[in-house]
């Protein structure tokens, strides 16, 4: 690893200032993903900010009829929350897949998500969530919906002296169910992500959302799956075809973590087994 | 049965607080004053002419005190075909080829200072497998070999054809085994230093200290004797350091031009690409039996891919040819393995050294010809089991033989039915495996020895010095168990020393379940030489013969009941006129002979080891995921020396053989290392562990020290046979191919329902 500057800031007002004069410099928040990339040689920053101190990225509290989740909440910090658990289940849920408690407890949603990595575990529900990305610079602020915030592997639309702030949860309607699909319990990552959120009167799904992880360049929704699914009554069949759906939908790639043919399968099968818990 | 102290007693590694507290001081912790860090280049291509290398970029660079390539040493070759060096001049033939080293006063700037030095290749064609590596005109590996075929080692007894003629069932399956790698805890690390008269001091994780000095003496151009190897607490190594590899030489030559001790380290990555992997095999193994559940025949042929240069992979052929003849009693055996150079990876020694392997295929081929015959696979097994006291058609003298009491204690936990999945779409299975190891060594060099001191001091402290070496099995522990037994002094009393070539005497190394056993037999032989000189000098201060004598608790009893102690005792025979010390000395080779080098019939090993898994399993047929829910483990031990380390290896060895089994593949392409970290290359976690039960058969070995044998190798062997006949067990699909992973599960299930 290449010797770097490492500031820690107390503020976000002082991040933005530090990015502003240094646009070149690297957000570091947990440091599990940076770290890594820096010791390989894929990241080769002479300037490191920690977010580690600042006090505005963390915490989650219910805003308006909206809740606000800090990026710098750790994904420990989000499993042992009963507010999340109470509003969030799925969300906690797919927290509590990724890696081990060691690492969960220095990881944070923000860098899960500006690390933009297609088999990222919490943006699947995010997305099924209808999550929105409140991003600050010194230049103001935007909120965009997280949907459009990946522009492709480790790429956002994040731009230089923009950090993402936090994120706004609307009241959730329906429930969310997310399935991880790994060979190991832990310490692995997602071969397939599905995260899928259906709200339901009488029987009849009124909104559908299902979002796939790792099988595209981005984390993705599946619209046309959300939209068979609407307006109809849950029925054998129909979760079938929602997986076949959705499987027809994801352009996975062969790699070194799974074959295309058998993400495709795997997205067939979890949509229609959330799609069973969802019953 | 005489009541033991020390034996037999469940005790925690004496180590082990030092280890889980940081204390220890691990090869990775050592520093020197002085000392500068290196690194080394790797080759960019599969195989490729050098034709020029440019140093000046990274002698350049701040921090940097030399760079060495091959026109720093003399042109050695080492390597027991003697198709390796050090630093490669000429020509690289796989992508872990080393051409130049830089030394700096980090490590860092020595990784950043290899990346600078340039080096023009002209690219060669290069093979990647077996097939591609015999064809006629195949690029020449090695160029002063006729073909890429480096030997074909065949074995027979019996006639097959006969075999096959007597059968009523006869199977067939080809099966392929993966690379996997070693994944100890500590990569591969080395500090080396020059005194000013150019001896060479070697802080070396190595398993194989005095053959080290042997075959680095060959690769340095210097005589052993002006080598000194040390070895600091390892952190793993399971067969990764059984043989030279150049990275020992390298670090010399560093530390020779630096003049200044030099530590050389691997990264997680380059014990990935350098460092030697478990052989991959691709076997084919037909078998055959009578419709009354007699094995008749077995006809092995396999293809080995040993990489660009030979280390021990190339010699599992001769493991799992025992397997293949001894295993169960076959009478016909036919056998044939072709080891062949290739472009890719090292193939060197990994726990079990062919059995996990072989256990493989013929655990398959025999829950296949149970399934034609209608038998139960456990009642069949017992049916062909080895016996006690009897010589194979190899010449294995087996004793002591607890394989048919393994069986039987997994048939008594079979009789207990699993219990129905919670869904329709889980299936479950149950399916056993078995191996035979070696259980006390295996004489493939001249000696299988090992050399042994026991010395008692004035304060009653006991110090074993022994030539074995410690690499995290316990040896340290069951060692210190048998003195203490002998002198009937207090585990804690005993201090074994064991990491230094300039104390230890002679030993051929730490492999083949080999410490307990030989290790084992010289420390006990040292340690009642001891005890001999201390009933001498005892019966003078008691007025006793001296084999009336016993010794308990640290006092010598008479059979007056009179005593002394026995710090006593040694301080009366040393402070006298014409004083002595106590001290016992023992070389231990154990009866046995190198196989004949054409026939290879011979009694390798003075034991055998037994053992049967049986592995009950839960298959996802939707994703093909398989759960391992229960592992059975039923070894035969001879005796358990201290049975909380025998649960140690047997379940650290069960989690290596699930990884085997399931998850662990070091995944090559066109001869790079796709998978080097350990996100990529799954390792069994506590999180994936399934429930173990250990069953210890005590077999009593009348070779072994207290009856035991060895029992490091064997808790891995087997998962990946009961595994995968526990899957077929479950869904009807055999797996051929560890590890069996949840695509290849589904792929299976796939092509079965396509019919
Ligand atoms: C052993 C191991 C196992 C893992 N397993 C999983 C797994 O199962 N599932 C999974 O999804 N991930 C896994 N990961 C990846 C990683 O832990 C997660 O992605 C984690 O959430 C990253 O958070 P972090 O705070 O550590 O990010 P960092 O490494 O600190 O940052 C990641 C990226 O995001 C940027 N960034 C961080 N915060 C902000 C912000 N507020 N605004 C703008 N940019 C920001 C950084 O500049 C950097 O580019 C694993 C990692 C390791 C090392």
């Not at chain 1, 646009?23 to 894929?42: F, N, V, W």
């Not at chain 1, 699909?181 to 009849?204: E, I, S, T, Y």
């Not at chain 2, 380059?270 to 025949?297: C, M, S, Y």
Request: charged letters at 20%.
């Amino acid at each position: 690893m290449k010797p770097f500057e490492h500031f820690a800031p107390d503020s976000v007002g002082e991040v933005l200032d530090l990015l502003q004069s240094i646009p070149k410099a690297k957000l570091i928040a947990g440091g599990t993903d940076l770290l890594l990339q820096m010791k390989q040689g894929s990241a080769q920053p002479d300037t490191v900010i920690s977010l580690k101190n600042v006090e505005e990225l963390r915490g989650f509290a219910t805003r308006k009829a909206r809740f606000r989740l800090g990026a710098g909440m750790t994904l420990r910090g989000i499993t042992r929350s009963p507010e999340l658990k109470k509003h969030f289940p799925g969300l906690v849920y797919a927290a509590s897949v990724v890696a081990s408690e060691q690492i969960r407890s220095l990881a944070t949603v923000g860098g899960n998500i500006c690390n933009a990595s297609p088999s990222a575990d919490l943006i699947p529900p995010l997305l099924a969530l209808d999550a929105v990305a409140h991003i600050v610079s010194r230049d103001g602020q935007r909120d965009i919906p997280l949907a459009d915030f990946f522009k492709g592997p480790g790429k956002t639309i994040l731009k230089s002296g923009e950090i993402l702030l936090s994120l706004f949860l609307p009241q959730p309607s329906g429930n969310m169910f997310y399935s991880k699909h790994a060979p190991r319990q832990f310490m692995d990552l997602a071969v397939v992500g599905v995260a899928v959120r259906l709200q339901k009167n009488q029987g009849m799904v009124r909104e559908a959302r299902v979002a796939l992880g790792a099988v595209g360049p981005t984390p993705l929704r599946a619209k046309k799956t959300e939209a068979l699914l609407t307006g109809k009554t849950l029925t054998p069949k129909l979760m079938l075809e929602a997986g076949e759906m959705a499987a027809d939908e994801c352009s996975p790639i062969d790699d070194i973590r799974g074959s295309a043919w058998y993400r495709k399968r795997m997205i067939k099968i979890h949509v229609r087994r959330n799609l069973e818990a969802l019953l | 049965m005489k009541e033991f102290s020390a034996v037999g007693k469940r005790i925690p590694k004496t180590d082990a607080p030092d280890k889980v507290t940081g204390r220890a001081t691990y090869g990775q912790d050592f520093k020197l004053p002085g000392m500068l860090h290196g690194a080394i280049r790797y080759s960019d291509h599969a195989h490729a002419r050098i034709l020029n290398i440019d140093t000046s970029k990274a002698e350049a660079l701040e921090g940097v005190k030399c760079v060495v390539t091959a026109d720093d040493v003399p042109e050695t070759r080492f390597g027991f075909y003697k198709d390796n060096m050090p630093l490669k001049k000429d020509v690289v033939r796989s992508h872990r080829d080393e051409i130049a080293g830089v030394v700096a006063v980090n490590e860092m700037i020595a990784r950043q200072a290899v990346k600078l030095i340039k080096i023009e290749y002209e690219i060669l064609p290069a093979v990647f497998n077996v097939a591609d590596a015999m064809a006629e005109n195949a690029p020449l590996i090695q160029p002063n070999r006729d073909s890429n075929h480096l030997i074909t080692n065949t074995y027979n007894h019996g006639d097959v054809e006969q075999g096959e003629a007597e059968s009523d069932v006869v199977v067939e399956v080809t099966c392929k085994l993966p690379y996997v790698n070693h994944a100890s805890m500590e990569t591969c690390v080395i500090v080396a230093k020059f005194d000013h008269s150019q001896n060479l001091t070697l802080w070396s994780t190595t398993q194989i200290p005095f053959l080290l000095q042997k075959d680095l003496g060959a690769a340095l151009g210097m005589s052993p004797k002006n080598i000194r190897i040390l070895q600091p607490t390892i952190g793993g190594a399971f067969g990764r350091e059984l043989d030279i590899y150049p990275y020992h030489p390298i670090a010399a030559i560093m530390a020779k031009k630096a003049q200044v001790p030099v530590r050389l380290c691997f990264s997680r990555e380059e014990e990935f690409r350098a460092g030697p992997q478990r052989q991959p095999v691709e076997v084919t193994i037909r078998a055959g039996a009578k419709n009354n559940g007699d094995l008749t025949f077995r006809d092995v042929s396999m293809t080995l891919d040993v990489g660009a240069y030979v280390s021990w992979g190339s010699t599992t052929p001769m493991v799992m040819m025992e397997t293949t003849a001894s295993f169960y009693r076959v009478p016909h055996v036919r056998f044939k393995a072709d080891c062949v150079y290739t472009n890719n990876l090292i193939t060197g020694a990994m726990r079990g050294y062919g059995n996990p392997q072989s256990s493989f295929y013929v655990e398959s081929a025999m829950d296949m010809l149970a399934e034609k015959l209608g038998m139960d696979p456990i009642q069949f097994r017992i049916q062909n089991a080895n016996q006690p006291n009897t010589i194979t058609e190899q010449g294995l003298k087996i004793t002591s033989c607890g394989l048919e009491d393994c069986l039987k204690a997994l048939a008594e936990r079979a009789e207990t039915k699993l219990e129905p999945a919670a869904q329709p779409h889980l299936k479950r299975g149950r399916g056993v495996g078995g191996t035979l190891n070696v259980g006390g060594g295996a004489r493939i060099y001249r000696s299988d020895g090992c050399g042994a001191t026991v010395k008692v001091d004035d304060f009653g402290h006991v110090s074993l010095i022994t030539g074995s070496t410690e690499i995290g099995q316990g040896s340290e522990t069951v060692l210190a168990q048998m003195v203490a037994e002998i002198l009937s002094v207090p585990v804690d009393d005993v201090r074994v020393i064991n990491s230094d070539t300039d104390v230890k005497m002679w030993d051929v190394g730490v492999h083949a379940s080999r410490t307990t056993f030989i290790a084992g037999n010289a420390a006990c032989l040292a340690a009642k030489e001891a005890l001999g000189q201390i009933f001498e000098t005892a019966s003078e201060l008691l007025g006793a013969s001296p084999d009336s004598l016993k010794a308990e608790n640290g006092q010598i009893i008479a059979p007056d009941g009179k005593s002394v102690s026995l710090s006593k005792v040694v301080r009366s025979r040393h402070f006298r006129s014409g004083g002595q010390m106590v001290f016992g000395q023992a070389f231990y080779d154990p009866p046995t002979e190198l196989v004949d080098k054409d026939s290879y019939h011979g009694n390798i090993s003075p034991a055998y080891g037994f053992g049967m898994q049986m592995a009950d399993v839960e298959v996802d047929t939707e994703t093909g995921q398989v759960r391992v829910l229960k592992l059975i483990c039923a070894k035969d031990i001879g005796r358990a020396i201290n049975p909380m380390a025998v649960e140690g290896q047997i379940e650290g060895g069960a989690q290596m053989g699930l990884g085997y089994a399931l998850s662990e593949e070091v995944v090559i392409k066109e001869g790079k290392v796709m998978n080097p970290n350990f996100v990529d290359y799954r390792l069994f976690t506590s999180a994936d562990m399934p429930e173990i039960e250990n069953i210890m058969i005590e077999s009593n070995d009348p070779e072994g020290p207290f009856g035991a044998k060895g029992i490091g190798e064997m808790g891995s062997s087997c998962v990946a046979a009961a595994v995968t006949n526990a899957i077929y067990d479950a869904v009807g699909v055999r797996l051929t191919q560890p590890p069996m992973t949840p695509e290849r599960v589904l792929a299976a299930l796939d092509t079965k329902a396509a019919g």
